[in-house]
């Protein structure tokens, strides 16, 4: 069979997994990606070896077979409609599309062209879903009645407020993006799903006015049996189970901790045959545990392929795509169509909160006296807040405009839709005030090359385009990560420059150090107005407490330590921040200046953990650890990925100390200069800190 070309449409992280699984799928090659940013798109194909890229999906009609569309789900049809046209066979990450008419659209328009529409449903390829299967099909236990998902799980965007998320924008987008998973599961046992009654869980609140449903209770008939699904995000455990029970006993699967556990009837009488199924489930689950452990091991060792079960679950779904390919009766989307259908039903059956409408966008001669670029995150809402408060008009600039909270619907208040990296949309943003806060970092990437060209290369593209207006003056606020800040008692004053040692840090430090070093070598050499702000630790209300500046939170219960947690943190209040920016705006002597913004409540590791598990009324741990015995981890698996055959750099210690943040900060300078005063009662900096998330 000939070689089949594949087009990457999209190159976000979930097209380099789509790039990793089809490299161990015979008889096909990626051979081009688009992305409307050509950086992404090149970053992702040098990190693979792919000859072209395109900034236009519709390039790709005549240059590749296949076409795996991987752009958010409110954009599927619109993508992939014209490539099917063209004579492309696509594969779109699930959900189908937003809509059945979507769907239905897009299923007539691979019946017309003749080609293949598939739906990556991946988790129906996850090793504990085909270990039930498999223990199905050799009549474990009988005939399968019933089958029981609970899905409770965290959801990052909640924990970081981060509601413009298209997954936020309809009651039936959670369920498309999420329920998908466990109904595809269900589906996947027991047929095609015939009939459905749910209840939701009450709307829960994510302030001014926002509320969600983030849970349901659904039953379901299906062709071959009955189903419950528990569906939950936003919670702190994570658990998800697909239990099914049958005629003969039942079988758990543990789709997180990739391990299949049963309960079968014995020979003996009840004292024995409650020993024998104890022995039985406990056997699986430490059978599958050691077999999930030895395989991960092996994968990272390059001893055997990638083991995880994510990797195993997506190479399995594009493996079973490409060879429906070669059957007479090409894949038309049939079970993704299905499952849109179900979970907008399940929607239907209450009238739940909507999201609120778009801001429209100002005239074009509408002018401001800011532009908050990146104005919809955690410091940008905090920042919108406290410039109105001083009575500026706001142009906010986001890729995300979605679902806003009611301030940005304001007279005052201006919202644009756009990302930093669009040179064209910047420039016609930024002419509109003469004042410039630009937030936003300008996004991650394959590699530190992308990453740089991201971060470094949106900071330039803002700072020309406010030369270029006249801008009066252009707050960058970047981090305490373009520091060293891993010399113990070291006095970090506003006189400390980035970090000389860029080259020895990780990539996003190194980005962040190369960003602020761009800013003042265009202060000194163009006369750009800037000044540079650095956060601390940033915290409160709209993001989440488990910071990793703390540490690592493992699953939020333990928190691993970058040191021995006895040094004061470089903490700050978002709100703090916002303070301090506004007066920057009103000061101009801090022009050229960088200035660092930490608050004078400073808990060590230990004190924060501390107080925050008092607060959540959670049992928090603080996991103290040397420095060298993290890098000794680091380097153990450098050694494992080395041998694999992946082409890394040595682990910088230089970023691992620094994350310690043992260096102590002096911020007399800054406060002096801007007649500013952060959050000095230590009470009410907890309180503010764990806003929003105390029990």
Sequence with gaps: MSLIRVGLVGAGFIADIHAEALKRIPGVSVTAIADPVAARAQGLADKWGVSSCYTSAENLISKVDVAHVLVPPNLHRRVA????????????????????????????????????????????????????????????????????????????????GQLGHWMFAEPRNLLLEQAVHPLSQIEDLLGPIEAISAQPQPPKSYGDGIELITGWLVSLRCERGTAQMQFALGQSHPVWTVTAIGDDGALEADVINCRLSSSTPSRWLEFGDTLQSGFERAGGLIGGSVGGAIGYLAGMSGLAPRGDAFYKCMHGSLSAFYRQLGQTALPRGEMGGRLVQVCCDIAALVDGPKARPRPETPADDAMFDVVLLGGTGFIGRHTLAALRAAGKRVAVFARSVENLPAAYSDPDVGVFRGSIGDSQAVADVVRRAPVVVNLAHGGGGADAAAIEAAMVGGARLVAEAALEAGCEHLVFVSSIAALNLGVRDAKITQDAPPDPNYERRADYSRAKALADLAMLDMHRQRGLPVTILRPGVVIGKGTSPFHSGIGLYNRQTHCIGWNDGQNPLPLILGEDVASAIVATIATPEAIGKTLNLVGDVRLTAREYTRELGYATKRPLVYHPQPPWLLQAEELLKWCIKRASGRKLPLPPYNDLKSRGLVSQFDCSAEKALLQWQPETDRDRFLRQAFAGHAD
């Design 81 to 160: 409609e014209p490539l099917l046209a063209g004579g492309l066979s696509v594969l779109l990450e699930k959900p189908m599309a937003e809509t059945p008419e979507d769907c239905a659209a897009l299923q007539a328009a691979a019946a017309s062209a003749g080609v293949a529409l598939g739906v990556n449903q991946n988790f129906v390829f996850h090793p504990a879903q085909t270990k039930l299967q498999a223990a199905i099909r050799a009549n474990r236990i009988g005939p399968v009645r019933h089958v029981s998902v609970v899905y409770n799980m965290p959801l990052r965007q909640l924990d970081a």
